[in-house]
Structures are given as C-alpha cells and as structure tokens.
T-cell receptor, first 109, second 112 residues
Framework: EDKVVQSPLSLVVHEGDTVTLNCSYE??????LLWYKQEKKAPTFLFML????IEKKSGRLSSILDKKELFSILNITATQTGDSAVYLC?????????FGAGTRLTVKP | DAGITQSPRHKVTETGTPVTLRCHQT?????MYWYRQDPGHGLRLIHY???????DKGEVSDGYSVSRSKTEDFLLTLESATSSQTSVYFC???????????FGQGTRLTVV
C-alpha cells in the first residue's frame, strides 16, 4: 500500500535556527512530491518536485528530492516565529495523492 | 487567495442526520476534491471530480457521496452522519489531475 512518512512529528526550535524536515515515501508510479505549509486553516502550496537532485528554493525555504532513496527534505534557514506551522508532504502517484501526517514546527522567540 | 469558499465553516449535527457540505470555486479549475483531516492521519481523499457529473472515489469514500452539477460547485453529503465522521473537511481544486494547489478554509464538522 502506498504510504508517506514524515519525520519528526514535531519540532521546537528557536528563532535563527536551521531546520530540516523529512519525507519518505512508497508510492506506485511516482509523479511528483509536493510540500505544503498549514497554519491555522488551509494548507498553502510551497513546492512541487519531480526530478531528483534539483533544488527548489523560495526565500529561506528550499527542498530537494531523491527518487532513488525515495525521500525529500525541506530546509528552513534562519527560522522566524512566522514559520511556526504544520508542514505537509504529499506524493502523487498515478491514481492517488497521499499525504503524510505532517511535521509540527514551533519556532520560539 | 484562490477563490474557494466552503460552507458552512462549522457545523454540529446529531448521529444519523444527513449533512451536506458545499465547496464553491471561482477559478474555473477542472478538478475538485474533498479531503478529511484527522490527527495522526494527515489529509485523506474522500472523493474527487474531474468535470461536471464526473466523480470518483478516493481512499476513504465509505459513508460519503458527492455531486457536481456545475463547474464551480462540489457538494459532499454524509447520508447518515456517524461520530467517526467528526473531522475537518477540506475542499481543494487543481487545473491538472491530483496536482492540488489550492485549498479551501475547511469545515469543522462535529457529529454528536
């Protein structure tokens, strides 16, 4: 059965720290991997990754995919309190989109 | 924000009653989805639609039905609500299949 596992489940850091969030997957007929940020309400789209080794970057956030080892990481540098959220990883297969349970990041001042 | 509106935003209902949640979009996206989000499970797909009157089941479709009579509206119906259907429900839209980009604000449903 297809599955997506995120780690850690929760993380507490202080402002200025760098964090790495992990997403591993087993999905039939992989098409893409997506990262979302969920604050109190709707998840908002961050990145879509389809090719191994190509880093996607947006400000202090970056992500990379390894299709051989079946995982992705999301890096956040110089964290701010506004980065506090649940980060969701989703993997698109041929017939389905599977989400991980999320990593809850808390950034303390 | 993408033009997705869910209604109602909160609802409390009794076990055994029918409930309909509405999702309305103004983006003219072809694909629409209903997900539920529960602690420890992330988002799970209930049903999706790939056009007017074209729908298909997702991972957790039992106990739910959907309808799409217009491009902009996608309805989720719980025929006879159960306590296990207490959850937060999200509607989502995309231009391409499964490449979900935009979510609604969610509906918190409590079945007592």
């Amino acid at each position: 059965e297809d599955k997506v596992v995120q780690s850690p489940l929760s993380l507490v850091v202080h402002e200025g720290d760098t964090v790495t969030l992990n997403c591993s997957y087993e999905v039939t007929n992989f098409r893409s991997l997506l990262w979302y940020k969920q604050e109190k309400k709707a998840p908002t789209f961050l990145f879509m990754l389809t090719s191994s080794g190509i880093e996607k970057k947006s400000g202090r956030l970056s992500s990379i995919l390894d299709k051989k080892e079946l995982f992705s990481i999301l890096n956040i540098t110089a964290t701010q309190t506004g980065d506090s959220a649940v980060y969701l990883c989703a993997v698109e297969g041929y017939n389905d989109m599977r989400f991980g349970a999320g990593t809850r990041l808390t950034v303390k001042p | 924000d993408a033009g997705i509106t869910q209604s109602p935003r909160h609802k409390v209902t009794e076990t055994g009653t029918p409930v309909t949640l509405r999702c309305h979009q103004t983006e003219n996206h072809r694909y629409m989805y209903w997900y539920r989000q529960d602690p420890g499970h992330g988002l799970r797909l209930i049903h999706y639609s790939y056009g007017v009157k074209d729908t298909d089941k997702g991972e957790v479709s039992d106990g739910y039905s959907v309808s799409r009579s217009k491009t902009e509206d996608f309805l989720l119906t719980l025929e006879s609500a159960t306590s296990s259907q207490t959850s937060v429900y999200f509607c989502a839209i995309s231009e391409e299949r499964q490449r979900v980009a935009f979510f609604g604000q969610g509906t918190r449903l409590t079945v007592v």
